[in-house]
C-alpha cells in the first residue's frame, strides 16, 4: 500500500472549521471542547490529507449518546477500536471516491491522548525546524511500500517519542 503525502495545503484549516461547526450544531457545547491535530494542524508542513480532529469529552460516560450524531454527519464509527483503545472513540468519513478525508477522534478531555497530541501538535507549531524533519520523514516513509497504515505509523513512532521527549523537557 501507498501512503500518499502531500505539501501544506492552506485549506486544511477551513475544512477543519468546516467540520467543527458542525459538530458543534450536534452536540452540547458544554460537553465537548474541539480541536485540530495531526500534520494538517501545523502550518507549512506535508501531510496525509486527512483532517484528524480530535473531540474533547468532559464527561466520557456521555461518548455513547454522541456516536449516533457522529454517524449523522456521514461519519462512519468503527467500534472495533474499543477493545484496543477503550477512552477512545474512532470515526472516519471518506469522499464519493472512498478516500478518506476526515477523522474523528473522541477521548477524554484532558486524558492521556488529548494532553499527547496538543502538546505534539503546539511544539511542531512553534519549532518548525523539527516539523520539517517530520515532513523530510514523511516524505521518505512515503516512498516505501507498506502493508497497511498501521505499519507506516509505527515506522513514525521513534520520532514522535524524541519530540514527545523535548515536549517534557520545555514544559518543565
Known sequence: MKIIIEEYCSQWPEMFFEQRKCLLGKFDLNQ?????????AIPGLAAKPIIDIMVGLIDFSKVGSLVSKCVELG????????????DRR????TNEMDVATHH???????????????L??????????????YGALKKDLAKR????????????????????????????
Not at 32 to 40: A, F, K, L
Not at 75 to 86: G, K
Not at 90 to 93: A, C, E, H, S
Open 32 to 40: 465537548i471542547v474541539i480541536e485540530h491535530i495531526g500534520s494538517t
Open 75 to 86: 461519519y462512519n464509527y468503527f467500534p472495533q477500536y474499543e477493545d484496543v483503545m477503550p
Open 90 to 93: 474512532f470515526f472516519k468519513k
Open 104 to 118: 474523528i477522534h473522541m477521548v477524554p478531555l484532558g486524558g492521556e491522548f488529548w494532553d499527547r497530541h496538543l
Open 120 to 133: 505534539f501538535r503546539d511544539y511542531l507549531r512553534c519549532h518548525p525546524d523539527i516539523a520539517a524533519d
Open 145 to 172: 511500500e507498506w502493508n497497511d497504515r498501521n505499519e507506516y505509523s509505527d515506522a513514525k513512532t521513534e520520532f514522535i517519542k524524541q519530540v514527545e521527549m523535548l515536549t517534557r523537557h520545555s514544559n518543565g
